[in-house]
């Protein structure tokens, strides 16, 4: 098929966005599991869409081709453009505008005839003017009215179509401009920005994660289910072994990282019997089932689970029932601001200061081991340390010898 | 309703600015492709200019004028409504407005119930002051008009700083919950957390000096290896997918990763790599290398695993 810049399929064009911006390292003869034209098709896709963005390197393995973006020096998320694109057809785009100048805010509701009837009298100005059937026309309509932006009622054998509404923004700008970054589905906010004139913003965002942006539409079927109360079947994909395997959910929270920008559905698993977390990323289709009647009581669970989870884990894999941790840090009595880093970053444990120079962080958690690079971060001042998991408390000790070793600090320790 | 749909695509965005257009006057040529130009992308003049003009598209007579009666319209679609009532819900709405839009009996989207920013900072700014709400739309509406503002705020020792910036733009972290403002024309620093703002009002003078705000010139790189165990690759990349970076295969399971990053963010990106523990190693710049090697000696002093 001849290479078209509009996409029907976002699946292929996720997978290469992530494997673009994310890692980056790949060259076209990685991509194995495709095939070359089709690399070639999709980095044309974004170099289209993303080109002030694109960046390209020569190594000796060819050329790689990666996006590389400060999320900090851009006021709005490049990669929505993404969900820009998709494909119509000649008919659809005509249809479309001539619907919505016959089927304007405040007009009386027309009849499927006067629709058809207004649409033909548009097209005699064209020289060879296309027709659009009777069948064609009531499913745009009814498509539309799915989408809200159409009417449909019926008054006995009589269906009539009118605008669902006047097409005014209702908040500003810069609520737009700072909720289309922040929000979860920010892209929706996206859309209503191309609704109005463009202004610059006056926002920019650190330490802000756009890798969401690709999951959106899987994320927005999660947040409907989940607003329904219903059951999902999630289909997921493992990235090393690319096989898929199906899961029978209830969604009962997205958690999201702000330090990594990874996003978590929180489910019930009927196949598991228990609450478990499954990153959004690796889900490549949602399929909202019936509604489920637990949903409050394995939300409340969940609820109950949450003072010990440090991260999204809800099973250590020692198996127990909560693993405890617990660390001293050390500071001069001017590093009052170390204290207050732990008090500001402790999530679900909590923190005694035991002198003026010294605190200690205690929490009982269902996987210790989501601490560890949090506790990474206050080497040089870490005086003492506990893990219930002794082989986790070994491993953190010999990671820290191999540390030393790398960098050339002293020699190794006996263990 | 449906996401990637093509009434939100810019397609359909670029000819309906085309079709205003030409409700309006006979749209030209080259005032077409200059609207496919701003609203679509690179390769969309190819298709897109012929298709309007030649009559694919049957919206556009030849003479540059539509058979549509009125400027295009739309009204929102339940998706977009849905989110709008879903941001309703968000307390920092009230920063920006006291009246929230009325969307009639619309369910939001999600609720504050259905998402959980797990590992943001518990000491974000206080989106129910009043205080902080009214400094925050002045300070919105100054850097629209670009009126100078005088600001008192609590420096780091506690002392009360007083000066007059330019605001630029405001600054927000997702991870610490806080704004900050930017500003320039300032001698001590042009960056000023909102949540510490005691008292800020326009100035009826600029500020003394022309300085900018922060460029690129103040931009570094740091440059690591990293060994794929326990999934590094993607925790390191993922982590550090925010910033200008680039990653390179050395061997199998073997990576050289160069970050871009601001120089006052030295001090975090430290011990965000830190956290990485031995599954990278920084190799460059040298003087990075050595702060990395300075905090592992001064844990290893006091290591416990060193008495054990």
């Known amino acids: 098929m001849a290479y078209s810049e509009r996409i029907k399929n976002f699946g292929r064009i996720r997978d290469y966005m992530r494997d673009f911006y994310v890692y980056g390292f790949k060259s076209r003869e990685d991509y194995t599991l495709k095939s070359a034209r089709s690399y070639d098709d999709e980095r044309r896709h974004l170099e289209s869409w993303l080109g002030d963005y694109m960046r390209f390197r020569q190594g000796k393995d060819g050329k790689t081709v990666f996006l590389s973006i400060d999320s900090r020096r851009v006021p709005h998320n490049p990669l929505y453009a993404a969900w820009k694109t998709r494909s119509f057809t000649d008919g659809d785009i005509t249809l479309h505008f001539h619907l919505m100048d016959l089927l304007r805010p405040g007009d009386a509701p027309k009849t499927l005839r006067e629709i058809l009837d207004g649409i033909d009298a548009r097209l005699s100005a064209f020289h060879s003017p296309r027709t659009f059937d009777e069948s064609t026309v009531r499913k745009k309509l009814k498509e539309y009215a799915e989408e809200g932006i159409v009417e449909i009622q019926k008054d006995g054998k009589t269906v009539t179509y009118r605008c669902a509404g006047d097409d005014t923004v209702p908040v500003s700008r810069d609520v737009l ?13 996206s859309f209503l920005l191309d609704r109005l004139p463009r202004q610059v913003s006056v926002f920019s965002f650190k330490h802000h994660y756009i890798t969401g942006t690709m999951d959106s539409e899987i994320l927005c079927s999660l947040l409907q289910a989940m607003h329904d109360r219903r059951y999902v079947t999630v289909t997921r994909r493992s990235r090393n072994s690319g096989r898929e395997t199906r899961h029978l959910l209830v969604p009962l929270r997205v958690m999201i990282s702000v330090q990594s920008g990874r996003q978590y559905l929180m489910a019930y698993s009927e196949d598991a019997c228990r609450i478990r977390s499954f990153r959004i990323d690796g889900i490549i289709s949602v399929l909202a089932g019936e509604i489920c009647g637990q949903f409050d009581e394995l939300r409340t669970r969940l609820r109950a689970m949450e003072p010990h989870l440090f991260g999204v884990s809800t099973g250590s894999r020692g198996g127990e029932a909560l693993q405890h941790v617990d660390f001293t840090v050390r500071y001069r009595p001017e590093e009052e601001y170390i204290y207050q880093r732990l008090l500001r970053e402790r999530r679900c444990g909590t923190v005694e200061r035991l002198s003026d120079t010294e605190s200690r962080f205690s929490a009982d958690v269902y996987d210790a081991s989501e601490l560890v690079p ?9 005086v003492e340390y506990h893990f219930s998991d002794k082989a986790l408390e070994a491993q953190f000790r010999e990671d820290l010898e191999t540390m030393y070793r790398m960098y050339g600090v002293g020699e190794a320790s006996p263990s | 309703m449906m996401l990637f749909s093509e009434l939100y695509s810019a397609y359909y965005s670029a000819v309906a ?3 205003t257009a030409a409700c309006d006057h006979r749209a030209g040529k080259e005032e077409i492709r200059e609207i496919i130009r701003e609203r679509a992308f690179s390769e969309s003049l190819l298709s897109m200019e012929p ?13 540059g004028t539509t058979p549509l009666c009125a400027p295009p319209t739309m009204p929102l679609t339940t998706l977009q409504r849905r989110w709008l009532a879903a941001i309703c819900q968000d307390p920092r709405i009230r920063l920006f407005t006291d009246e929230l839009p009325s969307l009639g009996d619309t369910e939001p989207l999600f609720s504050q119930e259905d998402i959980l920013l797990f590992d943001r900072y518990a000491d974000g700014d206080p989106y129910g002051d009043e205080d902080y709400i009214r400094r925050f739309r002045l300070i919105l509406r100054s850097i629209r008009e670009r009126t100078p503002l005088s600001i008192d705020s609590i420096g780091r020792g506690g002392a009360v700083i007083h000066r007059t910036l330019m605001p630029e733009r405001l600054e927000y972290s997702e991870k610490d919950d806080k704004f900050r403002l930017i500003g320039s024309g300032c001698r001590y620093g042009y960056v000023v957390n909102l949540a510490r703002i005691l008292r800020c009002y326009p100035s009826p003078v600029p500020p003394a000096f022309q300085s900018a705000e922060g460029t690129d010139a103040s931009k570094c790189c740091v440059t690591l290896e990293l060994w794929d165990e326990r999934n590094a690759l993607e925790r390191v990349l993922m982590h550090f997918s925010h910033l200008e970076k680039q990653a390179e295969k050395l061997e199998e399971g073997h990576y050289r990763v160069t970050l871009t990053y601001d120089l006052s963010d030295e001090t975090e990106m430290i011990i965000r790599l830190l956290s990485f523990g031995p599954m990278i190693r920084v190799t460059g710049p040298e003087d990075f290398v050595e702060k990395i090697r300075s905090r592992l000696i001064l844990q290893k002093q006091c290591d416990p695993g060193q008495h054990a």
Do not use: H, N, Y
């Not at chain 1, 401009?177 to 906010?189: K, L, M, N, R």
């Open chain 2, 17 to 19: 600015a085309v079709l």
């Open chain 2, 51 to 63: 298709a309007l003009t030649k009559g694919e598209w049957q919206l556009l007579l030849p003479d």
């Open chain 1, 374 to 382: 949090w506790m990474r971060t206050f080497l040089c001042r870490l």
């Open chain 1, 177 to 189: 401009d700072f909720f289309s970054e922040t929000a979860p589905c920010g892209v929706i906010g």
